[in-house]
């Protein structure tokens, strides 16, 4: 492709050579660059990216992008030199690609929780309405019935470009994506097309890369303030954060909720691990899904297919017969009756979600056994406080290993510790090995009790010292509630 034409929409501050050059492909990484490759040099937190111009120019690259010209400049090569070589990957990448986020209505969703769960029911909503449609998420990407691997909550520019082509190509009409706070601070989502963005929440997360809970916010407001007249924006005004969302954004303003005013309403009238029963816009519904957390959720999705011109009757009918994502209060029941549940929650805010659903739906007799872990490379600050919601919420805890990754998994199970408090101390317990502290809680657990796994749900491995090995919490709490019976 001309590489003047991918410079459209670009802001450039000098260009060196000729525009007219053609591009083969497009890379940030040094090592993947072959003849005819832009290569965008990227500072990034570890490396940056401005090292490798000439080595890529060695390799074959035939146009830089970067924020500082080299202070010799080869006579073959283009450079374009942009105050932010993240932000031009983005807007690039699109214009490479063809823009096919404007050739489908692409709705981004943000917060700390429900991410998953929300684009995953949409995603089988209009799959279920009859549309082709598209799925970005942490478990899985899908284009129509086709499953493409997740690496990341929300890919670099390049292969979301190259996803959204492929979803356009084999007949997509929407795309549900999650948007990570990351995403939008790293310019991920530069010059994408959407149609419509939801806020589901806000809680403590991310504090290692944003430093402070207000960077945090900036950032998921940042992505409703590049929405489009043309888009919606749609927001949970039952969290304290959520009209914050709308202020400033050019976007059509849609709210939901079950404790406030809002356009889209909902009443729990019963939750059981049988499903929830709601009431949704004066109309009665039974949904297959548990919790209160989950209600906002399946609003959430009610709400974005009203906003997408849905049939309000169709939309519930479909969502009614649907699970939800993976690894999300993912619950079985042993022979004995003890029932085991595995989530995702790994964020203080999300684990008190789970636990409070699950007091709210609990007898009043029956145990909670409680394993959880925090992960490696993390933020730090969180681990006391997710040890604390535990302990508080459960009548035993097992701390133990989450994903280390290259930490040390000891000393993440000492930072939750500091979180138990004296009172507490009885009720915890520390056994390093996952696998053994989910078959320990397998075994103190009594007929009728109730097993959280929490952390890692959908993931079907541990992460330790940069090697992945095979590990999945429903797996093995299945195996073991199986050798009980």
Same mark, same amino acid.
């Given at each position: 492709?001309?590489?003047q034409?991918?410079?459209?929409?670009?802001?450039?501050?000098?260009?060196?050579?000729?525009?007219?050059?053609e591009?083969?492909?497009l890379?940030f990484?040094?090592?993947?660059?072959n003849?005819?490759?832009?290569?965008?040099?990227?500072?990034?937190?570890?490396?940056?990216?401005?090292?490798?111009?000439n080595?890529?120019?060695?390799?074959?690259?035939?146009v830089?992008?970067?924020?500082?010209?080299?202070?010799?400049?080869?006579?073959q090569?283009?450079?374009?030199e942009?105050?932010?070589?993240?932000?031009?990957?983005?807007?690039?990448?699109?214009?490479?690609?063809?823009?096919?986020?404007a050739d489908?209505?692409l709705?981004?969703?943000?917060?700390?929780?429900?991410?998953?769960?929300?684009?995953?029911?949409?995603?089988q909503?209009?799959?279920?309405?009859?549309?082709?449609?598209?799925?970005?998420?942490?478990?899985?990407?899908?284009?129509?019935?086709?499953?493409?691997?997740?690496?990341?909550?929300?890919?670099n520019?390049?292969?979301?470009?190259?996803?959204?082509?492929e979803?356009?190509?084999?007949?997509?009409?929407?795309?549900?994506?999650?948007?990570?706070?990351?995403?939008?601070s790293?310019h991920?989502?530069?010059?994408?097309?959407?149609?419509?963005?939801?806020?589901?929440?806000?809680?403590?997360?991310h504090?290692?890369f944003?430093?402070?809970?207000?960077?945090?916010?900036?950032?998921?407001?940042?992505?409703?303030?590049?929405?489009?007249?043309?888009?919606?924006?749609?927001?949970?005004?039952?969290?304290?954060?959520?009209?914050?969302?709308l202020?400033?954004?050019?976007?059509?303003?849609?709210?939901?909720?079950?404790?406030?005013?809002?356009?889209?309403?909902?009443?729990? #009238?019963?939750n059981?691990?049988s499903?929830?029963?709601?009431?949704i816009?004066?109309?009665?519904?039974?949904?297959?899904?548990?919790?209160?957390?989950?209600?906002?959720?399946?609003?959430?999705?009610?709400?974005?297919?009203?906003?997408?011109?849905?049939?309000?009757?169709?939309?519930l009918?479909?969502?009614?017969?649907?699970s939800?994502?993976?690894?999300r209060?993912?619950?079985?029941v042993s022979?004995?009756?003890?029932?085991?549940?595995?989530?995702?929650?790994?964020?203080?805010?999300?684990?008190?979600n789970?636990?409070?659903?699950?007091?709210?739906?609990?007898?009043?007799?029956e145990?909670v056994?409680?394993?959880?872990?925090?992960?490696?490379?993390?933020?730090?600050?969180?681990?006391?406080?997710?040890?604390?919601?535990?302990?508080?919420?459960?009548?035993?805890?097992?701390?133990?290993?989450?994903?280390?990754?290259?930490?040390?998994?000891?000393?993440? #199970?000492?930072d939750?510790?500091?979180?138990?408090?004296?009172?507490?101390?009885?009720?915890?317990?520390?056994?390093?090995?996952?696998?053994?502290?989910?078959?320990?809680?397998?075994?103190?657990?009594q007929?009728?009790?109730?097993?959280?796994?929490?952390?890692?749900?959908?993931?079907?491995?541990?992460?330790i010292?940069?090697?992945?090995?095979?590990?999945?919490d429903?797996?093995?709490i299945?195996?073991?509630?199986?050798?009980?019976?």
């Open positions: 492709m001309n590489l034409d991918l410079l459209y929409g670009v802001s450039i501050k000098s260009l060196k050579g000729l525009p007219q050059v591009v083969a492909a890379t990484d040094s090592r993947l660059v003849a005819g490759t832009l290569f965008f040099a990227i500072r990034g937190t570890a490396v940056d990216g401005h090292q490798f111009i080595q890529t120019i060695a390799a074959g690259a035939n830089i992008v970067c924020e500082e010209l080299p202070t010799e400049l080869n006579e090569v283009t450079y374009v942009v105050d932010d070589s993240s932000e031009a990957l983005g807007v690039i990448a699109c214009n490479f690609y063809g823009n096919p986020s489908l209505k709705v981004g969703i943000t917060g700390t929780n429900g991410k998953t769960t929300i684009a995953t029911l949409l995603f909503l209009f799959s279920g309405l009859n549309y082709g449609v598209g799925l970005i998420s942490t478990v899985q990407n899908q284009i129509n019935e086709r499953v493409v691997p997740a690496t990341h909550t929300t890919p520019p390049i292969a979301l470009n190259q996803l959204l082509r979803m356009v190509d084999e007949g997509c009409e929407y795309c549900f994506m999650e948007v990570s706070s990351h995403a939008v790293q991920r989502i530069a010059g994408l097309t959407f149609a419509g963005g939801v806020f589901s929440n806000i809680t403590h997360d504090l290692d944003h430093k402070t809970f207000d960077n945090y916010i900036k950032a998921k407001k940042a992505f409703f303030d590049m929405l489009p007249k043309s888009a919606f924006a749609l927001t949970n005004t039952d969290d304290k954060n959520g009209m914050v969302m202020q400033n954004t050019n976007a059509h303003k849609r709210t939901y909720a079950l404790k406030q005013m809002a356009d889209f309403k909902a009443k729990i #009238i019963e059981k691990f499903g929830l029963h709601l009431e816009d004066h109309t009665d519904v039974f949904f297959k899904m548990v919790g209160s957390f989950n209600a906002y959720n399946l609003l959430a999705a009610y709400g974005t297919a009203v906003s997408l011109e849905q049939d309000q009757l169709k939309v009918t479909t969502l009614s017969a649907l939800g994502a993976e690894g209060f993912d619950y079985i022979k004995s009756g003890i029932v085991g549940i595995v989530d995702y929650a790994h964020t203080p805010d999300a684990v008190q789970v636990l409070s659903t699950i007091a709210n739906i609990r007898k009043g007799t145990q056994i409680t394993v959880i872990g925090c992960g490696g490379d993390r933020d730090k600050t969180k681990r006391p406080v997710m040890a604390k919601v535990a302990c508080d919420w459960s009548d035993k805890v097992i701390l133990t290993s989450d994903n280390p990754r290259t930490e040390d998994p000891q000393m993440i #199970i000492k939750m510790e500091a979180g138990v408090s004296p009172t507490n101390q009885r009720k915890a317990i520390s056994i390093l090995d996952r696998k053994e502290a989910i078959k320990t809680a397998c075994h103190i657990a007929p009728g009790d109730i097993i959280l796994i929490a952390g890692k749900g959908h993931e079907k491995y541990q992460e010292n940069g090697v992945r090995h095979h590990f999945d429903k797996e093995i299945n195996e073991q509630l199986n050798q009980i019976n």
